[in-house]
T-cell receptor
Framework: GDSVTQMEGPVTLSEEAFLTINCTYT??????LFWYVQYPGEGLQLLLK?????DKGSNKGFEATYRKETTSFHLEKGSVQVSDSAVYFC??????????FGRGTSLIVHP | GAGVSQSPSNKVTEKGKDVELRCDPI?????LYWYRQSLGQGLEFLIY????????KSGLPSDRFSAERTGGSVSTLTIQRTQQEDSAVYLC?????????????FGPGTRLTVL
């Protein structure tokens, strides 16, 4: 079945550092890929998405590129802020009405 | 516009009692999902509704868990004879339609604590 693997956290960075959170997936066919963010005490909200190979999703300075050859969708940001501290979930949706989520990666940004 | 709302936001109950958790999806969203998020864990899928029917109940952990959706809108997740391992945050999400391209819109969750 489908699966999503994310790097384990927490990821701890200083403000203005470069961020990468790795995400790889296993799926049949051509799924859509998503990054969701969960701020403390809140539900998940969509950060960005990509629906086909080589698409780049971007939002709020975050980017991720759909890489079919490496089955990856790594999340990057050039300069993180304290307000980016949250849990980030990689997810895929393909061939089923039930999306598959990764376990989440906690990001902590220090001033 | 209004997002997905859930109630109550927090629920503390005693072991063995029944609880009902409510989800109000975004108006017009036909797909509705329930997930469970335990401390430090990812999302555990529980059940999916398309309209009022539930094509996939595969994630419900036991027969103590049930859910219904009425009028293609509000959904209720019921846990009977609660156990301590049921303690978690229960998240509801809705989507314009299930499928590959549609994002899910999540509510803030209900934090359930079973003493």
């Amino acid at each position: 079945g489908d699966s999503v693997t994310q790097m384990e956290g927490p990821v701890t960075l200083s403000e203005e550092a470069f961020l990468t959170i790795n995400c790889t997936y296993t799926a049949t066919g051509y799924p859509s890929l998503f990054w969701y963010v969960q701020y403390p005490g809140e539900g998940l909200q969509l950060l960005l998405k990509a629906t086909k190979a080589d698409d780049k999703g971007s939002n709020k300075g975050f980017e991720a590129t759909y890489r079919k050859e490496t089955t990856s969708f790594h999340l990057e940001k050039g300069s993180v802020q304290v307000s980016d501290s949250a849990v980030y979930f990689c997810a895929l949706s393909g061939g089923s009405y039930i999306p598959t989520f990764g376990r989440g990666t906690s990001l902590i940004v220090h001033p | 516009g209004a997002g997905v709302s859930q109630s109550p936001s927090n629920k503390v109950t005693e072991k063995g009692k029944d609880v009902e958790l409510r989800c109000d999806p975004i108006s017009g969203h036909t797909a509705l999902y329930w997930y469970r998020q335990s401390l430090g864990q990812g999302l555990e899928f529980l059940i999916y509704f398309q309209g009022n029917s539930a094509p996939d109940k595969s994630g419900l952990p036991s027969d103590r868990f049930s859910a219904e959706r009425t009028g293609g809108s509000v959904s209720t997740l019921t846990i009977q004879r609660t156990q301590q391992e049921d303690s978690a945050v229960y998240l509801c999400a809705s989507s314009p339609a299930g499928g590959d391209y549609n994002e899910q819109f999540f509510g803030p969750g209900t934090r359930l604590t079973v003493l």
